[in-house]
């Protein structure tokens, strides 16, 4: 039989034609132009760039389809390391236990849902793990300097079992962890609990931990790039101390951050499991390419402010992890980013919010029993070539720099995790790259945090930070004045011309934390108008440009005579007038609000 795959159905060009000219006719609408005037490759106005390079295309069809992958379970284990009908489909549920955690609630836990368990820091391992089978439930440490020792205690428990661990991961993570600053044993000793490890059976000592790239501002690629470059310095050191090249790479697992970028982060499993698969090919043992791959919603993501809204990136981050190919995720606390939690909200029903996050995924849409869903997606499959492409690229130029230690001594990766982050928090400023309840939709009412709980989380670069700082000043000042900063809009016309302007304005200084003094349409010369310019040492004027030909030079003049500050234009320049500055979508909406709260005070 012929394969048709990649054949196109009759008509495909004349359809992808009408196409181009339905897109055209919009951009024809929307410009008011004639259409013949628009030309049919407007539609790549609308792609977008990743910070990778990638362009996405509005439209995907089978034009760009890709020849068919090895089914999940069949190297290179793009479609996901689990075969069909393997026993346990889906993904594992995985939480967390630090110092306050008992041995009630981690039985409770396994019996609520949870499959996979995370011990943290120097706990009591014995007594946590009383009456937990590790036969069943895969268990990983992350105990930072205190991985040598949980290691021999978690040992004695697996010894005092029958039969096998389902998997045990000790979790030392000392080059990765050299990055962003979190704890970890050094490389000699990670090396030591390898070789002891590679003696005992499903047994893994080492974990490359991609999250740690992730929390300096890494994009997918270098993700992906930078945790190949970690994976293969422990592979030369396993080997250096003695191990087979296949006892290397059965000692090393892997965890990647997911943001709630879907499409990208489900890409990024894909393309990290296919090309860890071809170093494996490279070394001379292919079979050994597959390895636990573990998944946790990205630290970067959280907010402190509305964390709430938290609930919906862990819900999308969750879903691309276990679509990706996940082995397990991990769903952080809706207010993990807040030290000791949301005041007055119980550490039960967060960690039962975050544990149903992945059980609703599971067992009510039911996605734990398909078997890769994103599999023959034509955007998911092109995404994942042209992303692996660009990790690939990321790895060869670590490696041509003498590999990740050499590289990261260098300075090498500081530049480079350095720059990506850069470019995300000028987009973040900018309000191009949008953060609900931060720099867009911010909600004033909510309750402060409690002075000693707005600190940043340690060893992570959030992408709310900035914002969440100038929040931090507002509160500050209220708790001294009363009130927040503010800031006085000048309406200039009827609600119906204003309205879209004050709201402009209003959004973007709340997520400052300033409040917007509206008091409805205001005419120049009433007193109205003087109750509104003198409300604050900072006004701005709303209204459209209409407006701002007929009235703006008299309400600027009138504003300058009662001895306003400041005064601000909802806008872009070009009148016959000239505020003090103005607030519009191309501004840095960060360093605009950090000098709108100085002036005011806070």
């Known amino acids: 039989m012929t394969d048709t795959r990649n054949s196109l159905i009759e008509g495909f060009d004349e ?41 996405i295309n509005p439209l995907y069809t089978r034009a760009d389809e890709l020849g068919e992958d090895a089914i999940p379970g069949v190297f290179p284990f793009r479609r996901g390391a689990a075969g069909v009908g393997a026993e346990h489909q889906g993904w594992g549920v995985t939480e967390s236990f630090g110092a306050d955690a008992t041995n009630e609630n981690i039985l409770f836990a396994l019996e609520n849902g949870t499959t996979n368990l995370v011990l943290e820091g120097d706990v009591d391992i014995a007594g946590l793990l ?16 205190h991985t040598a020792a949980a290691a021999k ?51 893994r000592a080492i974990m490359v931990d991609a999250v740690s790239f992730s929390n300096q501002g890494a994009t997918d690629a270098e993700e992906i790039g930078l945790a190949l470059a970690a994976g293969v310095e422990y592979l030369r050191k ?38 860890w698969a071809r170093v494996a090919e490279i070394v001379g043992a292919p079979e050994h390419g597959s390895c636990p791959q573990h998944a946790i919603t990205a630290p970067v993501m959280f907010s402190q402010r509305d964390p709430w809204v938290n609930m919906l990136r862990c819900t999308v981050a969750a879903f691309a992890g276990g679509v990706g190919g996940a082995s397990d995720v991990e769903v952080l606390t809706f207010d993990w980013a807040i030290p000791g939690g949301l005041p007055n909200t119980s550490r039960t029903f967060a960690t039962r919010m975050a544990r149903n996050i992945n059980l609703l995924l599971l067992e009510e849409s039911h996605l734990g029993h398909v078997v890769d869903p994103g599999g023959g997606s034509y955007f998911i499959e092109a995404f994942t070539t042209e992303l692996a492409e660009k990790a690939w690229k990321v790895f060869a130029d670590v490696e041509a720099a003498g590999g990740l230690i050499a590289a990261a001594e260098s300075g090498m990766v500081k530049k480079l995790l350095d720059a990506s982050h850069e470019a995300i928090r000028n987009d973040i400023a900018h309000r191009v790259k949008q953060v609900t309840a931060i720099n867009e939709f911010p909600n004033l009412l909510e309750a402060p945090l409690p002075a000693d709980l707005r600190v940043e989380p340690t060893c992570v670069r959030r992408w709310a930070a900035e914002f969440e700082s100038l929040r931090n000043r507002s509160d500050a000042y209220m708790e001294v004045k009363g009130v927040r900063p503010a800031v006085a809009l000048i309406p200039l016309g009827p609600l119906a011309k204003h309205n879209i302007r004050t709201g402009f304005a209003t959004n973007l200084l709340a997520s400052g934390g300033i409040e917007a003094l509206n008091p409805g349409q205001v005419v120049p010369g009433t007193a109205e108008f003087e109750a509104a310019a003198t409300a604050a040492k900072i006004v701005v004027l709303c209204g459209t440009d209409q407006e701002y030909a007929e009235s703006g030079a008299a309400a600027v003049t009138a504003l300058r005579d009662l001895g306003v500050e400041t005064i601000l234009l909802a806008g872009a320049a070009g009148h016959d007038f ?25």
């Not at 080997?239 to 890409?267: H, K, P, W």
Request: some cysteine; charged content about 25%; glycine content about 6%.
């Open 15 to 55: 359809r992808q034609q009408a196409w181009y000219k339905s897109v055209a006719g919009v951009f024809a609408r929307i410009q008011k132009k004639d259409v013949a005037d628009v030309p049919l490759d407007v539609w790549r106005k609308l792609i977008k760039t990743t910070y990778e390079g990638i362009d």
């Open 130 to 145: 009383k009456n937990v089978y590790l036969s069943l439930c895969p268990i990983r440490l992350n105990a930072g300097e």
């Open 153 to 203: 205690t978690l040992y004695e428990v697996v010894d005092s079992q029958d039969g096998e661990p389902q998997l045990v991961e000790l979790g030392a993570s000392p080059l990765t962890s050299a990055i962003d600053g979190s704890a970890s044993v050094d490389l000699p000793t990670a090396i030591e609990l390898a070789i002891e490890a590679a003696q005992r059976a499903n047994t």
């Open 238 to 275: 396993l080997v250096d101390a003695g191990l087979s090249i296949e006892a290397a790479l059965d000692q090393l697992s892997f965890r990647f951050a997911m943001t709630d970028d879907q499409f990208a982060q489900l890409s990024k499993l894909r393309a990290a499991r296919q090309l």
């Open 578 to 602: 000239e505020p003090d500055g103005y607030l519009n979508l191309k501004i840095d909406a960060a360093a605009t609000l950090d000098g709108l709260l100085e002036k005011l005070g806070a």
